[in-house]
């Protein structure tokens, strides 16, 4: 089973970037995603990447803000975020599948722990 850990979240003012980091070990998945969860909602795709295509897919809200990329001589899947908004504050989540990318968290098994972002306004 792979394991996940992420890295790179804070506080940040609206406007602001961050990268997130998501250091993968055990095999390369085919898929690997980011995610978000806000206190009270539930957690929702924000970006995934094939991990032999490159091919990638982004959730409106984040479209044209985020890019998703990885390094594969590191095993190491990014997240830049920039423009940031108040409405991005979350906590973050890595994951992995073998099975097609998407966006839906359910599909997803292979979870890190999560890192902080907060956008103040």
């Known amino acids: 089973q792979v394991k996940l850990v992420e890295s790179g979240g804070g506080s940040v003012q609206a406007g602001g970037s961050l990268r997130l980091s998501c250091a993968a070990s055990g095999y390369t998945s085919r898929c690997m995603g980011w995610f978000r969860q806000a206190p009270g909602k539930e957690r929702e795709g924000v970006a995934v990447i094939n991990t032999s295509s490159g091919s990638t897919v982004y959730a409106d809200p984040v479209k044209g803000r985020f890019t998703i990329s990885q390094d594969n001589a590191l095993n190491t899947l990014y997240l830049q975020m920039n423009s940031l908004k108040p409405e991005d504050t979350a906590m973050y989540y890595c994951?992995?599948?073998?099975?097609?990318?998407?966006?839906?968290?359910?599909?997803?098994?292979?979870w890190g722990q999560g890192t902080q972002v907060t956008v103040s306004s």
């Open positions: 994951a992995a599948r073998d099975g097609f990318c998407s966006l839906v968290s359910s599909y997803w098994r292979n």
